[in-house]
């Protein structure tokens, strides 16, 4: 199993940027992203259920994400727009096959390698 991530970057504030994290292997009932920012702990960003038909998000996202699968492509995005320079960090995919959503790392099995967005002001 990998789940590659992709499509981070250097942005200005206000921009937008979509992620993408394509998986190989089984199509797993929950995605999510995660991020980590330097020097703090990786905090969760948003989850997906296998339908796509259910999502939650993180607190620090305030509607300015959105999550998103296509499981023809095995790929989950995030879209996040109108970004700040509080939004640095590396972002990680994750999965998991239990069906409940779940905002807690230690429950994701499955791990990208990550994608930095660097957004300036």
């Known amino acids: 199993v990998q789940l590659q991530a992709s499509g981070g970057g250097l942005v200005q504030a206000g921009d937008s940027l979509r992620l993408s994290c394509a998986t190989s292997?089984?199509?797993?009932?929950?995605m999510a992203w995660f991020r980590q920012a330097p020097g703090k702990e990786r905090e969760f960003v948003a989850a997906i259920n296998w339908s796509g038909e259910s999502t939650i998000y993180g607190d620090s996202d305030k509607g300015r994400f959105t999550i998103s699968r296509d499981n023809a492509e095995n790929t989950v995005y995030l879209q996040m727009n109108s970004l700040k320079p509080e939004d640095t960090a590396v972002y990680y995919c994750?999965?998991?096959?239990?069906?409940?959503?779940?905002?807690?790392?230690?429950?994701?099995?499955?791990w990208g390698q990550g994608t930095l967005v660097t957004v300036s002001s």
């Open positions: 292997g089984p199509t797993f009932n929950t």
């Open positions: 994750a999965a998991r096959q239990p069906t409940v959503l779940s905002r807690w790392r230690g429950s994701y099995t499955y």
